[in-house]
């Protein structure tokens, strides 16, 4: 039986310390801020992240450093048989792609999965290809069990403010002047490779419904399930806990019973979408990690 090593990177938001905890590895991702190189969780918290942000730092994402990633590879291979690399989706990032090219050199040892996930998601993913591994389950085996379910999950994303869509060139100057001046909260959505709009509400209250009532319709015609032991559902923030755990609140009145986690959104979704936004995702089960 191979020994399989599982591997994320930092967009999971699974930090080192934790990934201690779980028995997976994880790729710090880099940024580049005012020019200058920081890894996250390594030397740039979240708190700096945010600082920064709002102190309108000039901040660039940046996929995995080459020679850092197949550095990783070649240790975790001294102690591992193989290792299942899980990376954020290639709709958002290239880095997959240039992972799936480098893993051609390792001859099998090393399964790049391309599920198109990102944050809680990609978290889910990496623990659930630990019970995998543990189960005995080869590097392959353990690919296709993640893909197989890879477009079963949905992510709804509202903003607190239009300044870094705009910053970013996914709203126009004047759309961003008027949404701001009409206190407008855009409803985003990530389903396989895209960053979408889904909609528009008025008000925090109407955009969280908006999301609750997704969640709902995505488990019938996407998840195709009406059995919440089939899914999980996830929260996750941009600085902004304590919304967090209200928005918590709101979805156990919607999904009575359910374990709900909540986590951090990856700093390379929150460079474009700024401090203060709320998500939630329902993604289905493929193995019980508990």
């Known amino acids: 039986?191979?020994?399989?090593?599982?591997?994320?990177?930092?967009?999971?938001?699974?930090?080192?310390?934790?990934?201690?905890?779980?028995?997976?590895?994880?790729?710090?991702?880099?940024?580049?801020?005012?020019?200058?190189?920081?890894?996250?969780?390594?030397?740039?918290?979240?708190?700096?992240?945010?600082?920064?942000?709002?102190?309108?730092?000039?901040?660039?994402?940046?996929?995995?450093?080459?020679?850092?990633?197949?550095?990783?590879?070649?240790?975790?291979?001294?102690?591992?048989?193989?290792?299942?690399?899980?990376?954020?989706?290639?709709?958002?990032?290239?880095?997959?792609?240039?992972?799936?090219?480098?893993?051609?050199?390792?001859?099998?040892?090393?399964?790049?999965?391309?599920?198109?996930?990102?944050?809680?998601?990609?978290?889910?993913?990496?623990?659930?290809?630990?019970?995998?591994?543990?189960?005995?389950?080869?590097?392959?085996?353990?690919?296709?069990?993640?893909?197989?379910?890879?477009s079963l999950s949905t992510i709804y994303i509202t903003v607190d403010t239009l300044e870094y869509l705009k910053k970013g060139g996914r709203l126009t100057p004047a759309v961003a002047a008027i949404g701001s001046l009409l206190k407008i909260k855009p409803v985003l959505s990530i389903y396989g490779e895209k960053l979408d709009k889904y909609s528009m509400a008025r008000t925090v209250k109407a955009a969280k419904q908006t999301m609750i009532e997704a969640l709902k319709k995505d488990m019938q015609n996407v998840l195709h399930t009406d059995n919440l032991d089939d899914v999980v559902i996830s929260i996750a923030h941009t600085q902004n806990q304590e919304a967090a755990v209200k928005f918590k609140e709101e979805l156990l009145a919607e999904f009575p019973g359910k374990e709900i986690w909540i986590d951090p959104l990856s700093l390379s979704v929150s460079c474009h979408i700024g401090p203060g936004a709320l998500a939630c995702t329902v993604t289905k089960k493929l193995i019980d990690i508990n």
Do not use: H
């Open 1 to 150: 039986m191979s020994k399989v090593a599982i591997l994320t990177d930092s967009n999971s938001g699974i930090t080192q310390a934790q990934a201690k905890d779980y028995g997976v590895f994880v790729i710090p991702m880099p940024f580049y801020i005012d020019g200058e190189l920081y890894y996250e969780d390594i030397d740039l918290t979240q708190e700096q992240f945010y600082e920064k942000l709002t102190q309108g730092g000039e901040i660039t994402t940046s996929m995995p450093i080459t020679g850092n990633l197949m550095d990783t590879w070649d240790k975790l291979l001294k102690e591992y048989d193989e290792i299942v690399y899980i990376p954020m989706s290639s709709g958002l990032s290239s880095s997959c792609a240039t992972a799936k090219m480098l893993a051609e050199d390792y001859d099998g040892k090393v399964v790049v999965v391309d599920n198109q996930r990102i944050s809680v998601t990609q978290k889910l993913s990496a623990l659930e290809a630990k019970k995998l591994a543990d189960l005995g389950k080869s590097a392959q085996e353990i690919c296709d069990a993640l893909m197989e379910i890879k």
